[in-house]
């Protein structure tokens, strides 16, 4: 499927993950009981959304049952935070000594940390 087409499907149905992950991190905020600022809730709440909507364009080609991919869409939401915190954590290290991340490397790449 080429760019234009992945983007029309998007639009004509897709964004609904990027709420599925808003609600997902909705419910995360309100079960959490936990006291956080309306700047904090509504970047958290974006990142949500941001990272649904990316898992949907990583996932709309791969075969998978509906209900599996709508089950990582929400996982995905709810655990933005930490995800996005461990991707950053990992792309510093790559930064740092990328040898460590080649393949064949047999050097434990926690120590880069």
């Not at 149905?13 to 990027?18: A, E, F, K």
């Not at 995360?28 to 006291?35: D, E, H, W, Y």
């Not at 970047?43 to 649904?52: F, G, K, L, P, V």
Request: proline share 3%; hydrophobic share 45%; aromatic share 8%.
């Amino acid at each position: 499927m080429d760019d234009k087409n992945l983007l029309r499907e998007f639009l004509s149905g897709g964004w609904i993950v990027s709420l599925v992950g808003t609600l997902g991190m909705t419910a995360r905020i309100l079960a959490s009981g936990k006291k956080i600022s309306i700047i904090e809730f509504f970047r958290n709440i974006a990142a949500a959304s941001i990272c649904s909507g990316i898992s949907w364009f990583v996932l709309e080609q791969v075969e998978m049952a509906s209900l599996t991919k709508a089950v990582v869409y929400g996982v995905v939401g709810v655990v933005s935070p930490e995800l996005l915190t461990g991707i950053v954590k990992i792309a510093k290290g790559f930064a740092k000594n990328p040898h460590n991340y080649m393949p064949g490397n047999e050097k434990d790449q926690t120590k880069n940390d």
